[in-house]
């Protein structure tokens, strides 16, 4: 069930919220007429009777209705809503737009406005603003206005942090305008937010971020423990659950913010608590927005599973690992080409030792940060040829570090995807296998696929054919937009497949690609 399919069964949405199921959380929220307030689908309040509930497709669409968001479970905790669709051209516009206002990094230094989101669309003002209200029922600046409010609440409610500062980090020009939206949104003022307790016993910033279940934290984790570099992350697990740690720095208005950060999943209430170092507090929001990328929480298993569980039976709780940091994960996708994840990482584990930058953090584990572009810019031959790396990667890695020091590529969740991808393709050394990853990953496009992948040709049974990349790219048509998600599934099905003495293989490559499968009699199981 999609979010739009949701929105037109009000009668799925109170069954939903009667059963407090966590999947649809934050596909759409309830507003309550006899309270005036709106909740989460897992909210734990007694549940409201069914004349008294409306239900919408976004906390926007709520507040501008009236309805001021709950204070016991918090709509600012719950994972975004994305959707994606490949037909409709306005819908798709409209989600682009939304995206482009999730992301703070797609505005650099410039205040969001309708005629700057207008100038990256390549529309009229007026186009922006009707396809905006038909779409979501509210107009991009009251859509924008909301999500600054939730975050603002979010942090009030968390951290310890001034009002003042709250304010500007919330994207607010001034505390008195902060505390005019406030009140009138919300009826409260910012100080009556704050959660009373005790003084923090831990360094750091703590804030909890929501997601859908079902959620793999295993295979995501093994994921990144496969990948770590020792000294600039972690990952470690604890008797009450896993927990990754890492170091990371972001330049933003022309300053640099480096510090630490340590997630960990609590899967029994669906979130992630989130601990983030004092020197972050300026750039929190865009931190938190960064964690949710690299750990995917927004995703809809919903939407997702509808297309791809068919193939891909055993995967409906498996994400796209994403990246802190989209130039970091450029540098290491380079170094992993056409090479084994041991190899890379031994590569990029010698580029940190010899060029990161020493930090210090609470771990023992976590003493370092990854080279910034400015000084793999400047690596000359001899110092990358020291450390193993081929003259090939040598020129790739300087050319993607001096294009992302000189701002010409942006590698985060609100670059342009397409233009994107061609630039780095016009860089020495980067493929479309290698841009691919990079959008994959580092710009959390849904519909990422790099063809020419050997272990995605294995795992879909293609590898022995003339042309594999092509047969998989025929194949991968039946998966949209939700590719990226079929390649991670693909990917940890050759794993499986590596480990137990099975016809996991056979039984993915039959589920691909049917026609075949009939043609060599493969037994495929439901």
Not at 43 to 57: A, D, I, L, Y
Not at 154 to 166: G, N
Not at 480 to 485: E, F
């Amino acid at each position: 069930m999609t979010t739009d399919s949701i929105l037109l069964a009000d009668d799925a949405c109170y069954l939903a919220l009667k059963t407090r199921d966590a999947r649809f959380d934050g596909s759409f929220f309830t507003g309550v007429t006899s309270t005036g307030i709106y909740c989460r689908p897992v909210c734990s309040v007694k549940t409201p009777k069914r004349e008294n509930c409306r239900f919408f497709g976004h906390a926007a669409q709520a507040e501008g209705a009236g309805f001021r968001p709950c204070l016991r479970c918090r709509p600012e905790l719950a994972p975004h809503s994305v959707v994606w669709s490949i037909q409709d051209a306005s819908y798709i516009l409209a989600h682009q737009a939304a995206r482009l206002l999730d992301e703070p990094e797609a505005w650099g230094d410039a205040t969001p406005s309708v005629e700057l989101l207008s100038a990256k669309l390549g529309v009229s003002d007026r186009h922006v603003r009707r396809i905006f209200e038909t779409q979501f029922g509210v107009s991009p600046m009251q859509y924008l206005q909301t999500r600054r409010l939730l975050t603002a609440k979010q942090l009030l409610a968390d951290t310890a942090l001034p009002i003042t500062q709250i304010a500007l980090i919330s994207g607010y020009a001034s505390v008195r305008r902060f505390n005019a939206a406030f009140v009138g949104h919300y009826g409260l003022n910012p100080t009556q937010l704050r959660r009373q307790g005790g003084v923090p016993t831990e360094q750091g910033i703590t804030v909890k971020l929501g997601y859908r279940p079902p959620y793999d934290v295993a295979a995501m984790t093994a994921f990144f423990r496969k990948r770590r570099i020792n000294a600039i992350e972690f990952v470690a697990d604890e008797p009450y659950g896993t927990r990754l740690g890492r170091t990371f720095r972001i330049e933003t208005g022309g300053k640099v913010h480096a510090g630490w950060l340590l997630a960990s999943f609590d899967e029994s209430r669906s979130h992630v608590a989130l601990r983030i170092s004092d020197s972050l507090r300026e750039v929190l929001p865009l931190v938190i927005r960064r964690v949710r990328a690299m750990l995917d929480l927004d995703a809809d298993p919903q939407a997702i599973n509808a297309v791809l569980h068919a193939s891909f039976p055993g995967g409906d709780g498996l994400r796209v690992p994403g990246a802190m940091d989209g130039y970091e994960l450029a540098v290491r996708a380079v170094l992993g080409q056409q090479i084994t994840v041991a190899a890379a990482r031994t590569l990029a584990q010698r580029l940190v030792d010899k060029l990161g930058e020493p930090i210090e953090t609470p771990w023992p584990g976590l003493t370092r940060l990854f080279p910034p572009a400015a000084v793999l810019a400047q690596a000359s031959g001899d110092t990358l040829g020291q450390l193993g790396i081929v003259r090939q990667r040598q020129t790739a890695i300087v050319g993607i570090a001096k294009a992302v020091a000189e701002k010409r590529v942006q590698l985060h969740g609100g670059a342009d995807v397409n233009a994107t991808i061609a630039a780095l393709k016009e860089l020495p050394g980067i493929g479309d296998w290698t841009a691919q990853y990079i959008a994959m990953r580092a710009l959390r496009w849904p519909d990422a696929f790099p063809a020419g992948d050997v272990a995605l040709h294995k795992a879909l049974g293609v590898q022995g054919i003339k042309n594999p990349a092509k047969e998989a790219e025929q194949a991968s048509l039946a998966w949209k937009p939700w590719r990226s998600y079929a390649v991670i599934r693909a990917w940890s099905g050759a794993m499986e497949a590596a480990t137990a003495p099975s016809n996991a293989t056979e039984l993915i490559a039959a589920s691909a690609f049917p026609e075949r499968a009939r043609a060599q009699k493969l037994s495929v199981k439901p």
